[in-house]
């Protein structure tokens, strides 16, 4: 069982940058691959990131892809999102998750879920 807690979330202007982390409790951590998820008020949860147990690979959305990015470190029992570039449309809730499917982007295939961050972004 995975216990998971975001931080980071905060108030940026349009165009900056902003780093989220997630921190997991439990020894297994490094056997899911992870995910972050966003959820604006008024609309579905939108998949954001994903990366594989290893590392080494990762996907993302066409509406974030080149402007946000995934790591982890399992020694550390972390996973991060680096944000740049950040638009209007980007304020929500960002939440992680955990999953035991390989680089999964539905939030239907993740077991464990932290509280959430709030990002806001000013225009």
């Known amino acids: 069982q995975l216990q998971l807690v975001e931080s980071g979330g905060r108030l940026v202007q349009a165009g900056g940058s902003l780093r989220l982390s997630c921190a997991a409790s439990?020894?297994?951590?490094?056997?899911?691959?992870m995910g972050w998820f966003r959820q604006a008020p008024g609309e579905e949860r939108e998949f954001v990131a994903t990366?594989?147990?290893?590392?080494?690979?990762?996907y993302y959305p066409d509406s974030v892809k080149g402007r946000f990015t995934i790591s982890r470190d399992n020694g550390k029992h972390t996973v991060s999102l680096q944000m740049n570039s950040l638009k209007p449309e980007d304020p929500a809730v960002y939440s992680c998750?955990?999953?035991?499917?390989?680089?999964?982007?539905?939030?239907?295939?993740?077991?464990?879920w932290g509280q959430g961050t709030q990002v806001t972004v000013s225009s």
């Open positions: 998750a955990a999953s035991r499917s390989a680089l999964p982007a539905s939030e239907y295939q993740y077991n464990y």
């Open positions: 990366i594989s147990w290893t590392g080494r690979t990762t």
């Open positions: 439990g020894r297994t951590f490094s056997t899911y691959a």
